[in-house]
């Protein structure tokens, strides 16, 4: 489970790894990044606690809970729990809005 203070803790430490999306879904943070990412990089997200999901092409930091829902879709998940995008770099707030 991650709260959203411990994803604003975890923005410094992903800021420099470049990521192009970071959010929170529910309880899941879920870091996105432009095609593939180097192998310091990879084990970066893995010391922090992430694994990768290969079928979403996200990292994902969470407690896995209930049923493997690999076949729902991103936007029925959001409806579902509501997300939250981090900003990074110059864009160093967080969004409020709900997707």
Do not use: C, H
């Amino acid at each position: 489970m991650v709260t959203l203070q411990e994803a604003e803790m975890l923005k410094t430490e992903l800021e420099g790894l470049n990521p192009s999306k970071v959010e929170l879904i529910g309880t899941w943070l879920w870091v996105r990044f432009n095609g593939s990412i180097e192998p310091e990089k990879s084990q970066v997200m893995k010391s922090l606690g992430f694994r990768y999901n290969v079928n979403r092409q996200v990292w994902q930091l969470g407690e896995k809970i209930g049923k493997n829902s690999s076949n729902i879709f991103i936007d029925e998940i959001r409806s579902k729990y509501g997300g939250k995008v981090l900003g990074l770099g110059e864009r160093s707030e967080i969004k409020q809005e709900v997707v």
